[in-house]
């Protein structure tokens, strides 16, 4: 079973929709969850970050963790077509510097 | 402020040639980090540096050499380049590993370049 397991999609949405994007993991040490956005050929920027369980809201972003259940989502309201970009979530024990990343998933929206 | 930049930004190259690939960074930060981009297998970490002069290996590293003479800088390398070396590679920097304040990860996030597309032939 891999750490992070993340639904590449591709996941296409109409203008205004409500996005959902999920990570299960299987690595219950991790602590510090973060969801990065990357467009085409550009680098990853992080988007979210969680500590632990729990929600944070962002705008129209919205992460959730649920660590009981190992898995982490990102909520996107009122989707733009500026938001299509691939959605990597990521990773870290908090212990040290590597994150562990998720495969990404592919999100167009369309106008 | 230029973040991190990567030089080049594409490369084509033949078996068995070398190159090495240049990150650089001005925000002062303590890691850096090389990670590899593949379709279907998502970023995987090649090396990674915790301060300047030290080097160490992460999930792929096999085929790489690196080197963090300055704190700005860190440098990957590919001595005998294969097609299985085709790939975006992303340098990445932060400030540092470890939360400012209990149960926040502050500011510490990695802050990534915009990528080398390198071919093998």
């Known amino acids: 079973q891999k750490e992070v397991e993340q639904d590449p999609g591709p996941l296409s949405v109409p203008e205004g929709a409500i996005v959902s994007l999920n990570c299960t993991y299987s690595n219950s040490a991790f602590q510090y969850f973060m969801w990065y956005r990357q467009y085409s050929r550009k680098g990853p920027e992080l988007l979210m970050y969680?500590?632990?369980?729990g929600n944070k809201e962002d705008g129209r972003f919205t992460a959730q963790v649920d660590k009981s259940s190992k898995y982490i989502s990102l909520f996107i309201r009122d989707s733009q077509p500026s938001d299509s970009a691939t959605y990597l979530c990521a990773m870290s024990r908090g212990s040290n510097y590597k994150l562990t990343f998720g495969k990404g998933t592919l999100l167009t929206v369309n106008p | 402020n230029a973040g991190v930049t990567q030089t080049p930004k594409f490369r084509v190259l033949k078996t068995g040639q070398s190159m090495t690939l240049l990150c650089a960074q001005d925000?002062?930060?303590?890691?850096m980090y090389w990670y590899r981009q593949d379709p279907g297998m998502g970023l995987r970490l090649i090396h990674y540096?915790?301060?300047?002069?030290?080097?160490a290996k992460g999930e792929v590293p096999d085929g790489y050499n690196v080197s963090r003479l300055k704190k700005q800088n860190f440098l990957l390398g590919l001595e005998s380049a294969a097609p299985s070396q085709t790939s975006v590679y992303f340098c990445?920097?932060?400030?540092?590993?470890?939360?400012?304040?209990?149960?926040?990860?502050?500011?510490?996030?990695?802050?990534f370049g915009p990528g080398t597309r390198l071919t093998v032939l």
């Open positions: 990445a920097s932060s400030y540092s590993a470890f939360p400012k304040t209990s149960g926040e990860f502050n500011t510490d996030t990695q802050y």
């Open positions: 540096s915790v301060g300047e002069g030290t080097t």
């Open positions: 925000m002062n930060h303590e890691y």
């Open positions: 969680t500590y632990s369980s």
